[in-house]
Structures are given as C-alpha cells and as structure tokens.
C-alpha cells in the first residue's frame, strides 16, 4: 500500500513539476526494518535509535551496541542471523549513506501508534518485542546466561523471568546423567 501510495504521489508531482520521492526498494516506512531488527537481536529501542552503521559487522555478522547508548553502560555484542542481516542489506539499500542505521530524531513513538491501532493491537510495547526475542530463545533451548548476555541484563535475576518457558531443560539436565 505504501509502495503503490508512493508511486501515486510522485506520478502527481511529476504532472507538476515537482521533486519525485525516492523509490520504496524494499520497505514502505522505517518502521518494518526496525521491528524485524529488533525481533531478531533484543535491543532497546534507544539502542537502535543510537545505532550507527559503523557499529554492524556484516562479515562477522554481529552488531556492537556501544556501552554509551546501552542501559547497563556495558558494550556487548550481538550474534546476527540470516534475517537481521538481510534486513540490514536491504534497509542500507533503501536508506543510503547516513551514519545512523535509523536516522530519526523522534523515534518511532508516532509509526508505531498508527501500526498499533491498524493491526487493532492494543497494550503492546516496542519492549515487548525485546520479550519476544528472549522468549523465542529460552523456548528454543537456549542456556538463561547467554539470553542475559545478548539481552545485556546486569544480573541473572532480570533473566529468570523467562525460565519457565522452558520447562523441559532440567529433566533433559538430569536424563543427560545416565546417557552413555
């Protein structure tokens, strides 16, 4: 809708004369790259605000976040998958040169609102996508000290609020005891 809404309005400005829009390559908005990103490695939504693109390793496939824009002020570094890196392929694409991955000012705050209320979704965070992401982990079989480390939480404690989506790891635990 976006891409066909883009489309409609430069064929109006260029009738008039006007300055085209740049062509919508792969997203509508700058909000899809950022929900699938933030889906797929757990950061704060500041955090992705404050991401540069000096701070993505594509080659080693990981994204730093700075300790100067992490929560805990501690650097850590994330592990990308197939699809945060084609997210990010793709939204460099489309976005161009600028130093920041999501040069917004204003954050998401408005976009996401609009998202919410279309997909008649209500009391849903951007937080909860970060919940999403360590849920999707510890449900995965994922050890609770690698999801603090990727989450970047400062104790064990803010990590065990997901263990008992994994019911299932301490029988497998004890079971592993008797394997030859």
Same mark, same amino acid.
């Given at each position: 809708?976006?891409? /066909?809404?883009?489309? &409609? =309005?430069?064929?109006?400005?260029? =009738?008039?004369?006007?300055?085209? *829009? &740049?062509? *919508?390559? $792969?997203?509508?908005?700058? !909000?899809?790259?950022?929900? *699938?990103?933030?889906?797929?490695?757990?950061?704060?939504?500041?955090?992705?605000?404050? !991401?540069?693109? @000096?701070?993505? /390793?594509?080659?080693?496939?990981?994204?730093?976040?700075?300790?100067?824009?992490?929560?805990?002020?501690?650097?850590?570094?994330?592990?990308?998958?197939?699809?945060? !890196?084609?997210?990010?392929?793709?939204?460099?694409?489309?976005?161009?040169?600028?130093?920041?991955?999501?040069?917004? /000012?204003?954050?998401?705050?408005?976009?996401?609102?609009?998202? *919410?209320?279309?997909?008649?979704? &209500?009391?849903?965070?951007? $937080?909860? !996508?970060?919940?999403?992401?360590? @849920?999707? +982990?510890?449900?995965a079989g994922v050890p609770l000290n690698t999801?603090?480390?990727? +989450?970047? $939480?400062?104790?064990?404690?803010?990590?065990?609020r997901y263990a008992h989506l994994a019911p /299932?790891?301490?029988?497998?635990?004890?079971?592993?005891l008797i394997q030859p």
């Amino acid at each position: 809708e976006m891409q /066909d809404a883009r489309e &409609s =309005a430069n064929c109006w400005r260029q =009738a008039r004369k006007q300055h085209q *829009l &740049s062509v *919508l390559l $792969h997203y509508g908005d700058h !909000l899809t790259p950022a929900v *699938l990103l933030s889906m797929n490695t757990g950061v704060r939504r500041g955090e992705l605000l404050a !991401l540069r693109w @000096s701070a993505i /390793d594509t080659k080693g496939k990981q994204l730093t976040i700075e300790g100067s824009t992490a929560k805990n002020q501690q650097t850590r570094h994330i592990p990308l998958n197939a699809e945060a !890196l084609n997210v990010l392929k793709q939204w460099k694409e489309q976005a161009g040169d600028g130093e920041r991955v999501f040069p917004i /000012d204003t954050g998401f705050k408005t976009a996401w609102a609009a998202l *919410l209320e279309r997909a008649k979704i &209500s009391r849903f965070r951007w $937080h909860d !996508l970060r919940h999403h992401f360590a @849920s999707r +982990l510890v449900q995965a079989g994922v050890p609770l000290n690698t999801v603090r480390e990727l +989450l970047g $939480h400062g104790s064990m404690a803010m990590t065990l609020r997901y263990a008992h989506l994994a019911p /299932d790891q301490k029988r497998e635990a004890v079971e592993k005891l008797i394997q030859p």
